[in-house]
């Protein structure tokens, strides 16, 4: 596998951003770069791809990759929906906001719906617990969840999804 010219260009110019010969520390910058230009997920291939790039071993990328919830190593919905399941967010109703999305998109952890739009997340402390319960969507994140919110969230997305068609 090879990248296009175009993403191969994109890499030299984030590995250009660090001193020579510490362009590990672009590692990260490059998987959002990949991810976001193919199928919001990124593939063996691909990793391994980047590890030669950067001169690096395969499992280096492979450990950044798996660590992080914000890389997804199979392919995800449109929306992905990662709900915060640490402490905070649980005393303030979080496990609750997690049963109904899972009912209300009939999927579970992990799994996307079948039209491909939503992907559920659970995801470790999201780092803002004074706005509990919460979740990530895509870069932004949704606050203070109650149901009538999610159900605001997932029709907006829907809008969304649509108009882009």
Same mark, same amino acid.
């Given at each position: ?19 020579? #010969? *510490?362009? *590990? ?8 770069? @990949?991810?976001?230009? #193919? ?8 990793? !391994? ?5 950067? !001169? ?21 919905? *449109? ?7 640490? #402490? ?8 609750? @906001? ?28 999201? #780092? ?38």
């Amino acid at each position: 596998m090879t990248f296009s010219q175009e993403i191969l260009n994109k890499i030299d110019s984030i590995i250009k951003r660090y001193p020579e #010969g *510490k362009q *590990k520390s672009a590692l990260i910058p490059i998987l959002h770069l @990949i991810q976001e230009t #193919g199928t919001n997920s990124l593939t063996t291939e691909q990793m !391994d791809e980047v590890a030669n790039i950067l !001169d690096i071993l395969p499992i280096e990328v492979y450990e950044v990759a798996t660590f992080y919830t914000m890389f997804n190593l199979k392919p995800v919905g *449109k929306f992905v929906l990662e709900i915060c399941q640490t #402490g905070p967010c649980m005393l303030k109703g979080s496990d609750q @906001i997690i049963e109904y999305v899972k009912k209300k998109l009939n999927i579970e952890n992990g799994q996307t719906t079948p039209d491909g739009l939503f992907t559920l997340k659970l995801a470790e402390c999201l #780092g803002a617990c004074g706005y509990a319960p919460m979740m990530q969507l895509g870069k932004t994140y949704q606050e203070f969840l109650t149901e009538e919110k999610i159900d605001q969230i997932l029709e907006d997305c829907r809008k969304s999804a649509s108009l882009a068609v």
